[in-house]
């Protein structure tokens, strides 16, 4: 449907073989203009939304009508009571239009206004996860004793790459086991992309050896070794363990997923005697951010390391200490 409408249908017309060629290819790059995660999801809200039209008379399923778009948006919120819902709907049919060659419906006055109220009715205070400390990833350190299996060195070398790499979860589960280097001062790791990398330009993180309990480096080299990756691998770094007679071995193709990675997180967490409710897998970011601005570290280098366009991107993640919050009304004289 995404390419059968509006202007597309005038590309099958071309006559000349140079143009039919680049008409070609123009959808993929279309369809690259956002992450694809991003268009997975904005085609999952399109079919639910053709589904709502479909069964209702009189509501076409495309073009979208703006009377209808406002209908449908207060049926998601009454039906599922989500702003991010009513949001994706919005951002996605707004989309589908753009790529189409239509005005982004999305921009009419009633859609807006509709929108802008929902947003203040669903409207509900943050609650955002708490950080992940450096005292907690030693105790889950020392919890696993002298001999860990390698199931749990695999864990804790992803919390520890995660805390002090300030590293998103669809960072850690894109990591080939290539994108990992070490040296004498610590490792090198190679992020091909991101959710703050729109453009897909890549970045390169450098972690330092603290050769402490918790040191990330270390942890990294003992999993690597246990696991037998070969670091020139185009595999996955983190992968399914499967057990055997001779013990735990790493799976040869596929990686672990997000909800796999945070059930593995927040059972450890429950298992040290933590609320895992408090916690998730952006606690370890959010973790290492914070512990980084207490520390005082600059704020060039804090934006570089957490791989931060903006400001206010980066003071989201940042749960400041009662000292430092102490700081500014002892700063006044009074």
Not at 63 to 69: G, Y
Request: one cysteine or more.
């Amino acid at each position: 449907m995404l390419f059968n409408s509006v202007v597309w249908p005038l590309l099958s017309n071309l006559e000349d073989p140079e143009l039919r060629r680049l008409a070609a290819g123009l959808p993929a790059i279309v369809l690259s203009s956002r992450a694809d995660g991003t268009t997975r999801k904005y085609l999952g809200a399109y079919q639910q939304w053709k589904r709502w039209a479909d069964a209702r008379q009189g509501v076409p399923g495309f073009p979208v009508q703006e009377i209808h778009l406002a209908l449908y948006l207060t049926h998601l919120s009454e039906s599922t009571w989500s702003k991010a819902a009513v949001e994706e709907a919005l951002h996605a049919l707004a989309w589908m239009h753009r790529v189409a060659g239509l005005p982004p419906v999305g921009e009419s006055p009633l859609v807006q206004e509709t929108a802008q109220g929902l947003r203040r009715l669903l409207a509900q205070p943050k609650k955002r996860k708490e950080p992940i400390t450096a005292e907690m990833l030693k105790s889950m350190v020392e919890s696993v004793g002298l001999t860990p299996s390698l199931t749990e060195v695999r864990l804790l070398a992803v919390c520890l790459l995660a805390f002090a790499g300030f590293m998103h979860c669809d960072e850690l589960v894109k990591l080939q086991c290539k994108d990992i280097v070490f040296n004498d001062e610590g490792m090198v790791v190679n992020i091909c992309s991101s959710k703050t990398d729109q453009f897909r330009e890549g970045a390169s993180l450098v972690i330092a050896r603290s050769r402490a309990l918790t040191c990330p480096v270390d942890m990294m080299q003992r999993y690597c070794s246990m696991a037998k990756i070969d670091l020139t691998s185009g595999a996955r770094l983190f992968r399914g363990i499967v057990s055997a007679k001779d013990g735990e071995r790493l799976r040869a193709t596929g990686g672990l997923s997000y909800s796999r990675l945070r059930e593995l997180l927040l059972a450890k967490i429950a298992h040290m005697g933590w609320d895992p409710k408090l916690f998730g897998m952006h606690s370890l970011r959010a973790g290492g951010a914070t512990a980084a601005a207490n520390a005082g570290v600059p704020d060039r280098l804090f934006k570089r390391h957490g791989r931060w366009k903006s400001e206010t991107a980066k003071d989201d993640y940042v749960k400041d200490s009662l000292e430092s919050r102490l700081s500014v009304s002892k700063s006044l004289g009074v």
